[in-house]
């Protein structure tokens, strides 16, 4: 049903800008909640940023807050993460994510997702 694909991941030097997207098919996501999560080597999956199903709240991980942006274009089924002032510490693989509204409360963004994307990797090296 669902399917994400992510794109734009790449090779960036520290303080470079990178747009991934997340391209979704089978279903809208228009009224989903969407999210982009991070895993580097050796660390868990982490939420890197969401935008609750209802569109009242969107929240960032402290470390990436003011660096990153998470948006949404509903014609296109597609939402991105638009990552600026990058830093060595963001290279990981990143995985965008979304969920129907009803297994989420309005605000919630931050939780078990069932939809996933394969991954794309970010580097950030010099």
């Known amino acids: 049903q669902l399917q994400l694909v992510e794109s734009g991941g790449g090779l960036v030097q520290p303080g470079g800008s990178l747009r991934l997207s997340c391209a979704a098919s089978g279903r809208t996501v228009a009224h989903y909640a969407i999210a982009w999560y991070r895993q580097a080597p050796g660390k868990g999956r982490e939420g890197v940023a969401c935008?609750?199903?209802?569109?009242?709240?969107?929240h960032y991980a402290d470390s990436v807050k003011g660096r990153f942006s998470i948006s949404r274009d509903n014609s296109k089924n597609t939402f991105y993460l638009q990552m600026n002032s990058l830093k060595p510490e963001d290279a990981a693989i990143y995985y965008c994510?979304?969920?129907?509204?009803?297994?989420?409360?309005?605000?919630?963004?931050?939780?078990?997702?069932?939809?996933w994307g394969q991954g794309t990797q970010v580097a950030v090296s010099s």
């Open positions: 994510a979304a969920e129907e509204p009803a297994y989420f409360a309005g605000s919630y963004c931050f939780g078990s997702y069932r939809y």
């Open positions: 935008i609750s199903s209802d569109g009242s709240n969107t």
